[in-house]
């Protein structure tokens, strides 16, 4: 069952209610019988676990400098054996 948050508008006291979402929202202070409203609280839900948005698919990239996997401990990139593509020599 969500706790929910009241302020109280005579005293100003807030306080918190354990309801279902079926209930009706209270209308009277526990303290003082005053009119209340009540509050927006952020929750407390959390998703933990692989598979999930915040743990899998935003992580950040690593920084270019570091290369774990390989084993290479200089932080250089290996020279690639490809051929430029964007460099032509015309024999004339």
Do not use: H
């Not at 692989?50 to 290996?78: F, I, N, Q, V």
């Amino acid at each position: 069952m969500p706790i929910y948050e009241y302020r109280c508008l005579k005293c100003g006291e807030v306080f918190e209610v354990i309801q279902r979402f079926s209930d009706k929202d209270r209308t009277q202070c526990k303290f003082c019988k005053g009119k209340v409203e009540r509050l927006i609280s952020s929750s407390s839900f959390q998703l933990k676990g692989s598979g999930w948005y915040l743990t899998d698919y935003a992580r950040k990239p690593k920084p270019s400098g570091t290369s774990s996997e390989s084993g290479d401990k200089s932080g250089t990139k290996p020279e690639s054996s490809k051929p430029d593509k964007g460099v032509t020599k015309k024999n004339d």
